[in-house]
């Protein structure tokens, strides 16, 4: 089954970048998954981010983080890539990558992502 393990996450400085991955240990991506980045700062529910179509590579994104961050696919390491740049403070959060098959109206559904990785520490503060 797939499993999911992100990296990459840290502490930076209002307008920095950073760069999460998120790696698959499992079995492939099967036909068409979405692999999803989700976060959630504390006392706030769990917030979509973006997402990616393995198959297509269509990308999505929250309105919030359009033009600063971007989803990409590693094909030889299986894994995902969110590059963050121009960080803000409210982006600070803990950040997970999901996988799941679904409709494109469920993307930003939480509950319709069946594996989630453990998720990785991102603090922007000067």
């Known amino acids: 089954q797939v499993q999911l393990a992100e990296s990459g996450g840290g502490s930076v400085q209002p307008g920095d970048s950073l760069r999460l991955s998120c790696s698959n240990s499992?079995?492939?991506?099967?036909?068409?998954?979405?692999v999803g980045w989700f976060r959630q700062a504390p006392g706030r529910e769990r917030e979509f981010v973006s997402a990616?179509?393995?198959?297509?590579?269509?990308?999505y994104y929250l309105d919030s983080v359009k033009g600063r961050f971007t989803v990409s696919r590693d094909n030889a390491q299986n894994t995902i890539n969110l590059q963050m740049t121009s960080l803000k403070p409210e982006d600070t959060a803990v950040y997970y990558c999901?996988?799941?098959?679904?409709?494109?109206?469920?993307?930003?559904?939480?509950?319709?992502?069946?594996?989630w990785g453990q998720g990785t520490q991102v603090t922007v503060a000067s």
């Open positions: 990616i179509n393995w198959s297509t590579r269509r990308t």
């Open positions: 999901a996988s799941g098959r679904m409709i494109l109206s469920e993307i930003r559904n939480s509950g319709r992502y069946t594996s």
């Open positions: 499992g079995p492939t991506f099967s036909y068409n998954t979405m």
